[in-house]
């Protein structure tokens, strides 16, 4: 039994024109394990693969998912486009069924930069006013690292016109670097994602409070 994400690659590898991915999917839905990994990530997750230009919906249903063909992005929580090069790492993890570190950084490897390119869309991820009192810099690098630190995925964030820029890789010189595990992806976008879905002042101000926090453990400042 391969994890979620993992199985999709080998869905997608084996797809005819007469199977979607949501046919090549039906045997994996029912995965206890798999749904609780992703367990407050999301519940809704549009996945557009950028090769073939299919596009499905998933559903997280506590214990199970559901699957629709397309994307509405306006309905969805997260709309992620995914390349071959972000799912084929997964193809060899998971055999036992059970989600170990290594393949918890496979999988966030494949989904932190898509889930942050969606998640800074929110408005209230560009407020300029907050990232002041937070003192949010405006030049970030972020490393996701395995837990045998010789492989990492990075991005880099940029506010620019009052809006964030999420590139793949590392660019430019940054003002505080994070390096972070793959359970501490996790707690942040179960955190974001807990904020935006309340999208209230008591959920932003519990998601400050987390960020702020959470910042101190994973970042530097680069003087």
Known sequence: MKPFLAFLIISISHITFAQSIKEAWQPLLEQEKIASYFAGMWESLGINIEETKE????????????????????????NVFLQEKHITRM???????????????????ALFTPFTRSS???????????????????????????????????????????????????????????????????????AAFSAQKGDSKKSWRAFKKFYLQWRTEVSDVIE
């Not at 055999?95 to 966030?108: N, P, R, T």
């Open 55 to 78: 596009a499905i919906t998933v559903f997280h249903k506590g214990d199970h998912f559901e699957i629709k063909d397309g994307v509405d992005p306006s309905s969805v929580d997260y």
């Open 120 to 190: 800074l869309t929110h408005p209230m991820m560009n407020k300029s006013f907050q990232m002041k009192l937070a003192k949010i810099e405006n030049h970030v690098h972020v490393y996701l690292n395995s837990p045998t630190n010789d492989e990492f995925v990075a991005h880099t964030l940029l506010f620019i016109n009052k809006k964030w820029l999420v590139v793949d890789g590392i660019q430019g010189d940054a003002k505080r670097v994070f390096n972070i595990t793959p359970q501490q992806a996790i707690d942040y976008q179960r």
């Open 91 to 109: 193809l060899s993890h998971g055999e036992d069924g059970e989600i170990d570190a290594f393949e918890s950084f496979k999988i966030m490897g």
